[in-house]
């Protein structure tokens, strides 16, 4: 499965996933630029408005992007990783930072994926989210008494199961109004989530880098 792996301009909590020189494509955007110079990592596309940074004069792969768009930066990346047949996305320095807002709609553009037939991981501060849409999630225990949580997406998420967990959940209804999914904890070496119709947002805690 072709990989994409995106970075951001939100806060960089360290890199788990390191992506590979040949197969996996890599976008900077815009800022996100910032944390592959870190990293010593050479994105094959540096997109964005540049309202964050101003872009390297020498960069062979640029692509500007209006400033008045309907696509955050990320989103515009997350398009062009589709194009390039890339069906996992692991996008670093979508959380965080002053913008609550880019952290909101990076969780709406982890559906966006999954209704384009991809599936996308956005890393936060040892934690790390996901979407599920009508179907079944089993996330491995990383953690002792490791976090999970689960949030609608949507107007309602019908049929959700959770197993392996403190709480287990069976059919149960989660609405967006009442975050009953949050915090609960793995206690199984694998936790089961599942939703028979509905959006879940689907997050769970990882151990510390070292």
């Known amino acids: 499965m072709k990989r994409c792996f995106i970075f951001a301009a939100g806060t960089f909590y360290g890199l788990r996933k390191r992506p590979e020189s040949t197969g996996d494509f890599i976008i900077a955007a815009d800022a996100g630029y910032r944390i592959c110079q870190a990293q010593r990592i050479v994105p094959n596309l540096l997109l964005g408005d540049f309202d ?8 062979p792969r640029l692509r500007r992007l209006p400033v008045e768009k309907d696509d955050t930066d990320t989103l515009a990346a997350l398009r062009i990783g589709l194009e390039q047949g890339c069906m996992e996305f692991h996008v670093y320095g979508g959380t965080g930072g002053k913008r609550l807002d880019h952290t909101l709609a990076n969780l709406q553009s982890l559906l966006f994926l999954r209704r384009h037939g991809a599936r996308g991981y956005l890393y936060d ?50 609405m967006p109004d009442f975050p009953l999914g949050v915090s609960n904890h793995i206690i199984e070496s694998a936790a089961r989530i599942s939703v028979q119709k509905g959006v879940l947002a689907v997050g769970w805690e990882l151990p510390p880098i070292p």
């Open 52 to 59: 964050s940074m101003t872009p390297p004069a020498d960069f």
């Open 125 to 174: 501060d040892d934690f790390l989210w996901t979407v599920i849409e009508d179907e079944t999630l089993e996330v491995s225990r990383q953690v002792e008494w490791g976090l999970l949580s689960a949030f609608c997406l949507g107007d309602r998420a019908e049929g959700v199961d959770e197993s392996g967990v403190q709480y287990p959940l069976k059919n149960a209804c989660l």
